[in-house]
């Protein structure tokens, strides 16, 4: 039983798209003054209810397994409504987009952005990402 | 015999496609000419291990509009299951207006 919810945490290893978005896409990408970039933004999630379970999965003394499945419900009434992804700790991982979109093409102009939320989700833990890629248009305003 | 019959037809029911996401960029004046890119991943037990499916649709619409400017973008991200559990998907479909120069 504990071995093979072992292999099950090994294979767990899993990416799921929320939310892809385009912004207004140039011609000009295609030429040779366009260059591409993509970077991410991205903060841990924790579902704790999830490491709950595996605490009283693998855990010998049942007390523990109940102690642990009520703390994980209590913390649940904490977390309810809807959401993209695992709860993070820090609200303000996105806040810097702005700025890097600002300083990654010097004086060029940025295009063609592209944004994907997504998760990538690991036992209990997840990397929660927003990814973003455009292009640097040299040359132009 | 009935109870399973039962069961494979809830089951085979059971297919559905849910809406992630929807998102749009301003609409042009223009709207004459559509253009539009999708991709595509079939997800078998729902392991998927990375999203590079969903990279460079950019490029698809630029490579429609060569010269041009692609607006008034509608992207629609979607998650259809197939049978639950085993054949799962991700959709991810973008339809614009190509505006010439």
Known sequence: ?141 | MMKLLLSLALLAAASCTHLNSVSVTSIPKDRSQRVSAERYKFLFLLLNFNNDFASHMEKDLAEKCPNGKVEGIVTKTEMLTYFPLIAHAYNIRADGYCIKK
């Open chain 1, 1 to 141: 039983m504990k071995i093979t919810f072992l292999i099950l945490l090994a294979l767990q290893g899993c990416a799921f798209v929320h939310r892809h978005q385009i912004q207004n896409v140039d011609g000009d990408i295609l030429g040779p003054g366009a260059r591409r970039f993509e970077f991410l933004l991205s903060e841990m999630g924790v579902e704790l209810a999830e490491g709950a379970k595996w605490v009283s999965v693998l855990s010998t003394n049942r007390n523990t397994g109940q102690a642990a499945n009520s703390v994980a419900e209590a913390v649940a009434l904490f977390q309810m409504g809807p959401r993209t992804g695992n709860p993070v700790y820090r609200l303000d991982f996105t806040d810097k987009l702005t700025q890097e979109l600002s300083k990654i093409c010097g004086g060029g102009r940025v295009s063609s952005l592209t944004f994907l939320r997504e998760t990538n989700k690991y036992p209990v833990v997840s990397g929660e990402i927003v990814k973003v890629s455009g292009y640097c248009l040299a040359g132009t305003k």
